[in-house]
């Protein structure tokens, strides 16, 4: 015994119900649907471990995933390839992640490494991120340029 029911969209058969078959289209756009939310998912996993394995905690951060780990991975090495008995200098630290992301994704990046500070900035979407390794805190923004034409 097979009923159809248009309006409610079940199949019934012998007192047993499951939905209609969505068409493939409608298969496809409920995989693009999910594909950005899963891989985001995945990603942010991936970041929560490189960040635990790394020893590092984040703070705060509006930056794409990879961004984020390229920073990590490079701080970490900074900090490790520094001599044992002394402490790494903030200000080389700053100034190598700086250059770092203005070779990597253009100019106007900004970076501040210290223990105590306090900071207030506009930062462009995307770029931004905030961390701590070890006793140094690391603030990492990107700001817009504009060119300036003479007249």
């Known amino acids: 015994m097979v009923k159809v029911s248009n309006q409610n969209q079940y199949i019934f058969f012998n007192n047993s119900h499951t939905t209609a078959k969505p068409s493939s289209m409608e298969k496809e756009k409920q995989v693009y649907a999910k594909q ?26 509006d930056m794409p995933v990879y961004m984020q780990q390229r920073a990590l991975h490079f701080v970490r090495s900074l900090v490790d390839s520094a001599p044992k008995n002394s402490r790494p200098n903030p200000t080389h630290l700053a100034r190598a ?20 500070f306090g900071s207030f900035v506009t930062h462009s979407p995307g770029g931004f991120m905030y ?14 340029v504009q060119l300036i034409k003479e007249t």
């Open 131 to 144: 961390f701590s390794l070890d006793s140094l805190c690391v603030l990492l923004f990107k700001t817009e």
């Open 36 to 61: 950005p939310h899963e891989r985001r998912a995945t990603e942010e996993v991936n970041l929560a471990a490189t960040a635990i394995s790394l020893n590092v905690r984040l703070r705060s951060s």
């Open 97 to 116: 992640l700086k250059k770092e992301f203005d070779l990597a994704y253009g100019p106007a990046w900004h970076c501040v490494v210290g223990k105590s």
